[in-house]
């Protein structure tokens, strides 16, 4: 059990327009969802954390207009990049929790890999 | 910050154990180690998490100490297969407030050598 979908995989978009990344919880419903990217050979930095049916709780640095996240149900939660350009090239990756208490395991999804040309 | 802290990397023959130290000096009573590992272009992949006593699962074993300011990820036969990044990671927590964050370290890159 426990398994989260990440979609898509990868994605190459054009500067200047928006790319959604959708992130799943199959199997459970997921209180709380985080969104990570990561640049190569570095590791997970949290951009936002997201419980369902509020807004998200983003990192210092990190625009809020700029990556969209909605967390509509308590099993999707997705990710906009607006406007996007080249340096928002990187290795998105969500995860989800069960339950808010200190004994539960974060389920990552497998990434989604965006190009901006 | 992350709350806690590994050697940025180790190497380990092939069907040896393979032992991952990590510090996490400031972890509160109720707080959870967790491990999880990244092979490259793939999500994190969960390995084991505990709180004060000694876990073991198909994987691998967890070993905390007694003060629970350090913990030890055991893989008990490395294959080349557990080459990959390993982070060991506190879960972040204000009960009662929407705080809630997991901060990653840099992790431990394992090469296991043939």
């Known amino acids: 059990g426990a398994v989260v979908s990440q979609h898509p995989s990868r994605v190459i978009c054009k500067s200047g327009t928006s790319v959604k990344i959708e992130c799943r919880s199959l199997?459970?419903?997921?209180?709380?969802m985080f969104w990570y990217r990561q640049f190569p050979k570095q590791s997970l930095m949290l951009m936002a954390t997201?419980?369902?049916?509020?807004?998200?709780?983003?990192e210092q640095g990190v625009e809020k207009d700029k990556f969209l996240i909605n967390h509509a149900s308590l099993t999707l939660s997705t990710l906009t990049v607006t406007s996007a350009h080249p340096e928002d090239s990187s290795f998105y990756i969500c995860s989800a929790v069960r339950d808010r208490g200190y004994n539960s395991p974060l389920h990552f999804g497998n990434g989604t890999r965006l190009t901006v040309t | 910050d992350a709350k806690t802290t590994q050697p940025p990397s180790m190497d380990c023959a092939e069907g040896r154990a393979a032992n991952l130290p990590c510090n996490h000096s400031?972890?509160?009573?109720?707080?959870?180690v967790y491990w999880y590992r990244q092979i490259h272009s793939q999500g994190p992949q969960y390995i084991i998490h505990g709180l004060k006593n000694n876990e073991t699962n198909e994987m691998a074993s967890l070993i905390i100490t007694e003060d629970r300011k350090s913990s030890t990820l055991i893989l008990p036969h490395a294959t080349l297969r557990d080459t990959a990044v390993y982070y060991c990671i506190v879960r972040d927590l204000k009960p009662g407030t929407s705080y809630d964050k997991v901060i990653f370290g840099p992790g431990t890159s394992l090469s296991v050598i043939p």
């Open positions: 400031t972890i509160s009573g109720n707080e959870y």
């Open positions: 199997d459970f419903q997921a209180t709380t």
């Open positions: 997201s419980n369902e049916g509020s807004k998200a709780t983003y």
